[in-house]
């Protein structure tokens, strides 16, 4: 059985928008006979896809799985770039793994890579992102921004507002930026963001945008270490969220506000980023490799540099740290 026919069949019958297809119709567009059709149908109900057979009618289908399949994230897909082509992964060791690895072999601007649970998840500094199978959102951007390194950083930024208006648009919850990677519900992390750069002397050849995204799990799917810290969408909601919506409400959000970013710059996503910050005007500790800040958060720089004033009256740099409110 060849999966990728079936998948087509899938996505023909998808498009068809709920009116059912004749075996013989689909046997001639897709030049093979009607017992074929039949074991295609009957290879997507194993998949989890319920199809309704209506006789003299045809099929069709009545609902999809619970997966990120590239079939299911497509259908609806209202980007011109990111998610064009998306690479899906039942399992794997970590999504920014195989987007280097196909960044490297010259895969597109805006190819996607998503998979169903993580084995070596990460974070920033090598840290253990936790990442429970089909509860969450595990996922890599490939970009290829034509932008010196410097403009790197504020990717991280703008995606962050990109993935809180998919959440805004998607539930009916309000999410809140910890500078510079988390975003937060009541203040507990919901989503984490990690970017990381291939280049070389003439520049960015990829960022690669990682993000993880806790949908649907129950206190009890997070490992125990972060049980504490963590939270999804669903203990917030109180419902069930639809990963496939949100998947494409990010897509289409991240492609918006980095066009945005590339071609007008940082200034009005700064202000939009700002507006969604808990972090701007409130006292905080900002840990970094070798020492520790305390003061105010005043703002970002337009370098996406986080502004800190302590004590003394010194306004400081902070380009990289791990962020606690002290208030
Ligand atoms: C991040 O790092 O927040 C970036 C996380 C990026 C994960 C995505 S998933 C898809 C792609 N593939 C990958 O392998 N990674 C990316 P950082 O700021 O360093 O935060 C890491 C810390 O967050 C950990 O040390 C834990 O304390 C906490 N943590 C781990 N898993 C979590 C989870 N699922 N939800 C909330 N917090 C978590």
Known sequence: ????????????????????????????????????????????????????????????????????????????????????????????????????????????????????????GRGRMARKWDSAAHKGVWMSIILRPNVP???????????????????????????????????LLNGKKCTGILTELQSDADGIQALIVGIGLNVNQDKEDFDLEVQGIATSLKMISGQTVNRQELVRAVLFYTELYTQMYIDEGFGMLKILWESYSTTIGQPVRARMTNHTLEGIAEGISDDGVLQLRTLDGKLHGIYSADIEMTN
Not at 40 to 52: Q, T
Not at 155 to 173: D, P, Q
């Open 149 to 183: 390194p410097q403009k790197a950083p504020q990717f991280t930024l703008v995606t962050a507002v990109a993935i809180v208006r998919a959440i805004e648009e998607v539930t009916a919850l309000q999410p809140k930026i910890k500078w510079p990677n988390d975003i």
């Open 1 to 120: 059985m060849n999966i990728t026919v079936t998948y087509k069949i899938a996505k023909r019958m998808l498009e068809s928008t709920g009116e059912a297809l004749s075996g013989q119709q689909l046997a001639d567009e897709f030049g093979i006979s009607r017992t074929a059709i039949w074991k295609h149908m009957k290879e997507l109900e194993e998949k989890g896809y319920e199809i309704e057979s209506v006789k003299k009618k045809g099929y069709r289908i009545v609902s999809i799985p619970d997966t990120l399949e590239p079939i299911t994230i497509q259908i609806g897909l209202k980007t011109k770039r990111i998610g064009q082509r998306i690479e899906y992964v039942e399992s794997c060791t970590s999504t920014q793994i195989i987007a280097h690895q196909l960044a490297q072999e010259n895969a597109p601007d805006g190819t996607v890579v998503l998979t169903e649970t993580q084995t070596a």
